[in-house]
């Protein structure tokens, strides 16, 4: 037998198996509820914080398990329970892993534990990019950090939307323009601490699906934050800016190949990361998937189980087929960013678009395959599939995914 396996270990088995346990004994029965109650399941990220699953060790563990499937199966799992309380759960890594990802060693020690809280008084936190004028285009970024060099402070004024746990975080991760002249490669993040004067939450949005996660404006007005509380420090800032205004300057003088290493440094960050979104994806279509085989199975027409019928038999063919092979893609990239392989042909990207369009169709199948009662409240897929649709527009939507890897595939600044 070669070294080739696409087996997960024992310890991952073990792993998956207590998650799974975790997800259909507490976050199923309790999901209808949240969903109608729209409000963050406190209790539930309790319990979770009790048994160690809402935890930065257990997270980190995953984050660094070495064939890198440890965050695509838990994903799986806790979004295959349900996907409005599994991102209640797991919201805080989205600012952890910005932290983890540009953060000195000792903004991680101080902050991450934060986020998280511990069993007694859990804490959520919030990344902040997105604001109403800049979604899919992040270039177009306003919210301006300016340094009080007298004071060492960052001075933070902008309007932030759509942030998972926006204004309930104890702790918030801004992204905010530091130099408007380089487009993306000007921006910085930064921590602001718990209970920071002029921080507060806009608008609470009234979702379509995935309602028991929190999605808020966050407004930021005059918000002072030390000089610490850049990710990164100042220092790695002045050098990073000083090495982006050369390649500006050098691609503006017609050497492309610097422009192009620009993109394709700040596509890396993402191609890692969106494998996450697209595990996420597979759990709620499995979910949906698993739901509709039992029904079908059950539930007699014309005197006989509805499955009896190939017309309903391959659909159920089609979803799961599509389901294994969204997998596939998925850990395929998650292998490939712990493994340090280049994504040449945008493979993260890939991964999120193919999970993301089928977890959105299988859901749809799986209301069809229900007839009536699958368009009832009273059934769990209505709720799948309206949570499904969340998949094709956060972390970049299908159309820049697509966009990404059309890129990555001719070398061309396709549009
Ligand atoms: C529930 C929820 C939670 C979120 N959580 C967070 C969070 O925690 N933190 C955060 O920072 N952000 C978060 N987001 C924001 C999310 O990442 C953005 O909504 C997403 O990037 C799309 O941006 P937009 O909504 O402004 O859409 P737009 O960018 O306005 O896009 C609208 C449509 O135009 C298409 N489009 C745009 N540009 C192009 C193009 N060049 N080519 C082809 N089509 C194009 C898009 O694909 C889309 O179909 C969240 C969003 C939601 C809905």
Partial sequence: MGDFTLELND?????????????????????????????????????????????????????????????????????????????????????????????????????VPQ????????????????????????????????????????VINGTKTWATNGGIAGVHVVVAVVDPDLGSRGHASFIVPPGTPGLSQGQKFKKHGIRASHTAEVVLDNVRVPGHCLLGGKDKLDER????????????????????????????????????????????????????????????????????????????????????????LVWRASWMATAGRPFTAAEGSMSKLFASETAKKVTAQAIQILGGNGYTREYPVERMHRDSAIYTIFEGTSE????????????????
């Fill in 115 to 154: 986020m998280y809280g511990d069993a007694d008084d859990v804490k959520v936190a919030a990344f902040c990019s997105s604001e109403p004028d800049a979604g899919s285009d992040v270039a177009a970024m306003r919210t301006r950090a300016v340094y009080d060099e007298a004071k060492d402070e960052w």
């Fill in 11 to 111: 310890d991952q088995k073990s792993v998956r198996d207590w998650i799974h346990g975790f997800a259909a004994d507490v976050m199923r029965p309790a999901a209808a509820e949240w969903d109608e109650r729209e409000e963050t399941p406190w209790p539930i990220i309790q319990e979770a914080a009790k048994i160690g699953l809402y935890s930065l060790d257990f997270y980190a563990q995953q984050f660094f398990d070495p064939t890198g499937l440890g965050i695509p199966m838990t994903m799986e799992e806790l979004f295959w329970g349900d996907a409005g309380i599994a991102l209640s759960i797991v919201g805080t890594g989205l600012a952890a892993v910005g932290v983890l990802a540009n953060g000195t060693e000792e903004q991680i020690g101080t902050w």
């Fill in 241 to 328: 800016l000083a090495r982006a205004r050369e390649r500006v300057a050098a691609a503006a003088a017609g050497q492309a190949d610097s422009a192009e290493r620009i993109k394709n440094a700040a596509m890396a960050t993402f191609e890692a990361s969106r494998p996450a979104v697209g595990a996420m994806a597979v759990g709620t279509a499995r979910a949906a998937y698993e739901y509709a085989l039992e029904y079908a199975v059950d539930r007699r027409q014309f005197g006989r189980p509805i499955i009896d019928n190939q017309g309903v038999a391959f659909q159920l063919a089609d979803m799961r087929t599509q389901i294994d092979a969204a997998r596939l």
């Fill in 400 to 415: 820049i995914q697509r966009l990404v890897i059309a890129r990555a595939l001719s070398g061309l600044p396709i549009r």
